[in-house]
């Protein structure tokens, strides 16, 4: 049987007070992690277009971190 996540505690996200899914984050920003890598922790959850744009604008031409 899988363990239950703990949902005393809330996603370690800044401004995200969702119950704790797994490693740390809510079930949102988990998916989040997933998919894009990261979890954009600038655009609440929600904000699909907001993401592509906040990713777009902290990448450099070459795809890389500025």
């Not at 703990?6 to 119950?19: A, M, Y």
């Not at 890598?37 to 990448?59: F, I, M, T, W, Y």
Request: overall charge positive; proline content about 8%; charged content about 25%.
């Amino acid at each position: 049987m899988p363990a239950l996540a703990n949902t005393e505690q809330s996603c370690s996200v800044p401004g995200c007070s969702r119950p704790v899914s797994a490693r740390g984050y809510c079930h949102g920003h988990v998916q989040r992690l997933y998919r894009l890598g990261d979890v954009v922790p600038e655009v609440p959850l929600g904000g699909a277009a907001r993401v592509a744009s906040a990713r777009r604008d902290r990448l450099d031409g070459t795809g890389a971190e500025r």
